[in-house]
């Protein structure tokens, strides 16, 4: 990256757009802080509807960005995704093409844009790795998302090798952090567990977690998945994208983020699982192997150090975060 850059990172009032914002701003490291020269731009849906065209030009016209971080999306967890399939594909669909033509038309240097392990094949072998994204249907629960999402790594092949454009993505697993979305029934479960959990506390009420407790999932603490997005964003040459994860031994059951996030809110009373509700996709276990080629020595956030400051900062905030 040259000295003098604009960077645009869109969805940037969001759980990872906060957090590239706060490391930005914090980490006082060569590799991750702020550099001099550099402007980050932070967009939230006020300044602009990026599922409409002329919403995303008027962006691109007023900032003229060399780099964008692509974060803006339409986000839920998995009851979230179960409802609105045609929304999570078409919104994401309209979204991304919308910034990716304006990435191009407005001859910008690098986009890094956001992928999930939830976009790949539900019948796969494991560990799942970057070469697997198209290998088969994903999980019926979260199609039209996932659909959507997989749609950005062949734009970004097609402005490749059409136009020569450095357009990349990366792979988060779940994340989590400050400034989540913490509704009840929208949320992914870390949130949406920390909201529920406060609240049986606060009311002397059970507190109830959905389906049998039993699935896997690897978690990234949204400050980490940070600097990885900083990191992808200066040094990462590939088109093909990268899977940003903690380690395959680091994967933890449903029960697991429970029994964290008691721990944490230092709830003491009932505590059950409801069987009738959805369990989703079994794992997605994922091999951070690439990431681990290209950043050997990166140091992840202890699960139960992050749980702890995020439902912290959840406490703390609770009359004034997204719920
Ligand atoms: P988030 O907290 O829900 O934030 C979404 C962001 O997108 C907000 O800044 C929102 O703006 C903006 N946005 C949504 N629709 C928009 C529209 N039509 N026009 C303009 N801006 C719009 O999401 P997140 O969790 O930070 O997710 C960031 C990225 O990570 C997404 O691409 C998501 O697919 C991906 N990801 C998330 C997870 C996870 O566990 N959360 C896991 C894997 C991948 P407002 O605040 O103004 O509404
Ligand atoms: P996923 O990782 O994409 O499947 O999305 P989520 O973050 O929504 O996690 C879903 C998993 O957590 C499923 O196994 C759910 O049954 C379980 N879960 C338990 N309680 C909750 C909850 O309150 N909200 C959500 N979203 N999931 C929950």
């Not at 059970?206 to 896997?216: A, D, E, Y």
């Not at 009932?270 to 794992?283: N, V």
């Not at 050997?296 to 749980?307: G, I, L, M, Q």
Request: aromatic share 12%.
């Amino acid at each position: 990256m040259s000295s003098e850059s604009v960077i645009l990172v869109t969805g940037g009032s969001g759980l990872v757009g906060k957090a590239i914002s706060w490391v930005i701003e914090n980490d006082k490291s060569e590799q991750f802080g702020k550099k001099e020269g550099e402007k980050w731009i932070f967009l939230t849906s006020k300044d602009g509807d990026l599922r409409k065209l002329e919403d995303t030009k008027a962006i691109f016209e007023k900032y003229r960005p060399t780099h964008v971080i692509h974060l803006a999306a339409l986000v839920g967890g998995l009851f979230k995704n179960m409802k609105y399939k045609l929304d999570f594909l078409r919104d994401n669909m309209l979204i991304n093409d919308n910034v990716l033509f304006m990435a191009k038309e407005f001859g910008v240097k690098k986009v890094v844009s956001c992928l999930s392990t939830c976009i790949f094949p539900d019948k796969t072998s494991y560990p799942i790795d970057e070469t697997m994204v198209h290998n088969g249907p994903p999980h019926e629960s979260n199609f039209g998302y996932a659909h959507g999402k997989r749609m950005i790594d062949v734009y970004n092949r097609a402005y490749h090798d059409q136009f020569g454009c450095n357009f990349t993505s990366v792979i988060p697993t779940n994340i989590f952090g400050p400034h989540d979305n913490y509704n009840l029934e929208d949320s992914h479960v870390l949130p949406g567990l920390t909201h529920k959990c406060y609240l049986a506390k606060k009311e002397g009420k059970p507190f109830v977690v959905s389906g049998t407790g039993k699935p896997l999932r690897q978690f990234i603490y949204s400050r980490d998945l940070a600097k990885l997005f900083i990191w992808t964003l200066r040094e990462y040459k590939e088109i093909d994208p990268i899977i940003l994860s903690v380690g395959e031994e680091d994967e933890v059951s449903i029960k697991d983020v429970a029994d964290a996030i008691v721990k944490a809110i230092d709830f003491k009373g009932d505590y059950s699982f409801d069987t009738s509700r959805a369990d989703g996709q079994y794992k997605k276990t994922a091999s951070n192997a690439k990431l681990r080629k290209y950043l050997p020595d990166f140091k992840f956030t202890p699960f139960d150090v992050a749980v702890k400051e995020s439902v912290e900062w959840f406490v703390e905030n609770y009359e004034t975060c997204r719920k």
